[in-house]
T-cell receptor
Framework: DAGVIQSPRHEVTEMGQEVTLRCKPI?????LFWYRQTMMRGLELLIY????????DSGMPEDRFSAKMPNASFSTLKIQPSEPRDSAVYFC????????????FGQGTRLTVV | AQSVTQPDIHITVSEGASLELRCNYS??????LFWYVQSPGQGLQLLLK??????LVQGIKGFEAEFKRSQSSFNLRKPSVHWSDAAEYFC????????????FGSGTRLLVRP
């Protein structure tokens, strides 16, 4: 398996623009997580899906952020409109959703909002 | 609520020296504990995990960790550090609810002196 695949790897956008980050989880994994990593706040869980259904979105910072998982092999995280403070590395991770199992991380998307 | 504390932000060791990275957790039951490593520009890679059983767990790259319930700790060790071990290390605890999400510590950056 190729692992968790995220695209793009890097994104530079202007403030106010819409940004869409993409994730393909590992085949057979039924849990998917979006994390954000910044120097100030470390790794923050934004949202978690189980069997394509959003279970916990309490980490989504505000209404400008939205996430979808239309099927088991694809998820998106959208920011609209983007702001400079959204600049961070966004990670997608997946797991088989059993107790004690680890999450497998993608390479991340480095987002810069100017 | 579950939490993870990594008290050391940075640690510098000489190549060939031993290493111990500290991790303390807060959890009401037997935890699932993980150590991940992140190289610059990369995603997180699992080093090892504790689920149950033997409290001394072996991982990849010569790392090991010991679970000590009495101290609520899960410290990571390596007897002889290599320059390629320079990276950021994250301790994580598995959530108690059905999400199986991972709650991460703030990370410890390891620098290796030649």
């Amino acid at each position: 398996d190729a692992g968790v695949i995220q695209s793009p790897r890097h994104e530079v956008t202007e403030m106010g623009q819409e940004v869409t980050l993409r994730c393909k989880p590992i085949s057979g994994h039924n849990s998917l997580f979006w994390y954000r990593q910044t120097m100030m706040r470390g790794l923050e869980l934004l949202i978690y899906f189980n069997n394509n259904v959003p279970i916990d979105d309490s980490g989504m910072p505000e209404d400008r952020f939205s996430a979808k998982m239309p099927n088991a092999s694809f998820s998106t995280l959208k920011i609209q409109p983007s702001e400079p403070r959204d600049s961070a590395v966004y990670f997608c991770a997946s797991s088989i959703g059993q107790p004690g199992t680890e999450a497998f991380f993608g390479q991340g998307t480095r987002l810069t909002v100017v | 609520a579950q939490s993870v504390t990594q008290p050391d932000i940075h640690i510098t060791v000489s190549e060939g020296a031993s290493l111990e990275l500290r991790c303390n957790y807060s959890y009401g039951a037997t935890p699932y504990l993980f150590w991940y490593v992140q190289s610059p520009g990369q995603g997180l890679q699992l080093l090892l995990k504790y689920f149950s059983g033997d409290t001394l767990v072996q991982g990849i790259k010569g790392f090991e960790a010991e679970f000590k319930r009495s101290q609520s700790s899960f410290n990571l060790r390596k007897p002889s550090v290599h320059w390629s071990d320079a990276a950021e290390y994250f301790c994580a605890v598995g959530a108690a609810d059905s999400s199986y999400k991972l709650i991460f510590g703030s990370g410890t950056r390891l620098l290796v002196r030649p």
